[in-house]
């Protein structure tokens, strides 16, 4: 059975970036939200205003207590008119994994609207911020970001000049698996590539031209990275990912184990963005 990460990573997958920010107006502490991204969820939770979100995607899972939501479908797809049953005065989104015609209806219909447009790790902190001034929870999101800008700061200190020019150079090669069939990999410009960099690995697929990009097998060996580094985007990752690693048998990451398996954490810009570069932390030490 596949894990929800799978429906997330597909939206984000397949749904382009779409709208620059927020609406311009300030706008009032919401009483009824309506979440359409799980990473948005758990921020929302974090802030204390689990009380407040009345609906949320099929996908969004963490924290436990969001499960038991009402569910407006599908991050790509969700149901306008389970919305509008849900009378929100606010519906908070995302432009990766959100189409913006849903804003646009939702904004035809008078409801309104905020985006969170954080897609990158140095984002994430003021990002956490400006959303904790929308929905009434400043106070708690300075302190949510504070803990996101020291995980930062900690890893930047832990390896020293990662993003140095001789650290593309001098560090372990690194794979990162964002689904198996097709293979898609973790490219430029997001959040799991800057993590990489932020821990001393070099992202080999660093130098394509988009996020996300489709890898061949053939295009992984010939780049032999020294770690490959497979995301949660099936519940039973460990045992669909046997054939492929088993394609790659002649790569030194494989003959010696290099193989990490991560939690979800990295795919969502959130509060487990912590947890998700000790993680990360923990496979670049794989001996």
Known sequence: MRHYTGSILLSLLLTSAWWGGACGAPLPPPKRIVSLSPAVTEILFSLGLG???????????RPHEARSKTKVGGMANPSLEAIIALKPDLVV?????????????LAGLGI?????????????????????????????????????????????????????????TGGRK?????????????????????????????????????????????????????LIIIGKGHDEMKTVSQGFLKSLSMLDAVKKGRVCFLDDALYRPGPRIPAGMAELDRCGNMP
């Open 51 to 61: 009380g407040r979100v009345v609906g949320v995607t099929t996908v969004c899972d």
């Open 174 to 226: 690194a794979l990162f698996v964002i689904w198996l069939t097709p293979l898609i990999v973790a490219g430029p410009g997001t959040i799991m590539d800057d993590a990489m960099k932020m821990s001393g690995l070099i992202n080999i697929a660093t130098d394509v031209k988009v996020a996300y990009p489709r890898f061949s097998l053939e295009a992984v060996i010939q780049r032999r990275p020294d």
């Open 93 to 105: 989104m995302t432009n990766d994994g959100n189409p913006k015609v849903i804003s646009d209806r």
């Open 112 to 168: 309104r609207t905020y985006a969170f447009t954080s897609k990158r790790l140095s984002e994430l902190p003021a990002g956490i911020r400006e959303m904790g001034q929308t929905v009434g929870a400043g106070p708690a999101a300075d302190k949510l970001a504070g803990t996101m800008e020291k995980a930062l700061r900690d890893a930047a200190s832990s390896h020293p000049g990662a993003s140095s020019p001789a650290a593309a």
